[in-house]
Every structure is written in C-alpha cells, then in structure tokens.
C-alpha cells in the first residue's frame, strides 16, 4: 500500500520560498503520476501542479512562473519549490500518487503540510 508523508511547510512572508517534499514508501514513484494540491480554509482542493511519470509538467494559472515540481525517481521523492509567494497561496498542502492520471478514487493522498503566507 502506497503512503505518502509531506514535510518543508510552515510560516513564510510574502515574496518568500518554500520547498514542499513529499516521500512516497511501498512502492517505486516510477509507476506513478504525482501532483500537489491545496486547500485554503473555506474552499475546495484545487490542483496546484502535476508531474506525470512521462516527464509532462502541468501547473495551475495562478501559480505558474511561481512553482516547480520536481520528481526525484531514485529517492521516491517529489518537491514543490515555492517562489515569489502571495497571502492566497495560504493552504494545506497534499501530495498525490495515482496510475493514469492524479487525484482519484484509488490514488492516495499523503496527510498535508500547512503553508501560511503572512507579514
């Protein structure tokens, strides 16, 4: 059974970096299509950015420019590098593992890490 544990979020000021991991145990990230997704208080979970297991990239409009994601296969790791950020980037921040695309009934989804963007 595949889990998923995200560390890096926590208090950051506008215009400010974080880098957000997630590490993927009970199986290699090789098989699998990654992406984060977010949740601010109030609001739905939104897709932030996806890394298919085929090299295709795919972010969101309001973050793109800003955000990287970043698949390390060998270390069943994958990042967000977050730049350039806005109080309404504040979430809680998910990984996601699924085959054939992110974000379904059967993927899985890691516990979330609290991103707080505030002066």
């Known amino acids: 059974q595949v889990q998923l544990v995200e560390s890096g979020g926590g208090l950051v000021q506008p215009g400010g970096s974080v880098r957000l991991s997630c590490v993927l145990s009970?199986?290699?990230?090789?098989?699998?299509?990654m992406a984060w997704y977010r949740q601010a208080p109030g609001k739905q979970r939104e897709l932030v950015a996806t890394?298919?297991?085929?090299?295709?990239?795919n972010y969101a409009d309001s973050v793109k420019g800003r955000f990287t994601i970043s698949r390390e296969n060998t270390k069943n790791t994958v990042t967000l590098q977050m730049n350039s950020l806005k109080p309404e980037d504040t979430a809680v921040y998910y990984c996601?593992?699924?085959?054939?695309?992110?974000?379904?009934?059967?993927?899985?989804w890691g516990q979330g890490t609290q991103v707080t963007v505030s002066s």
């Open positions: 996601n593992a699924g085959q054939g695309g992110t974000g379904g009934s059967f993927s899985s």
């Open positions: 009970g199986s290699s990230m090789s098989m699998y299509d």
């Open positions: 890394g298919t297991r085929g090299g295709y990239r």
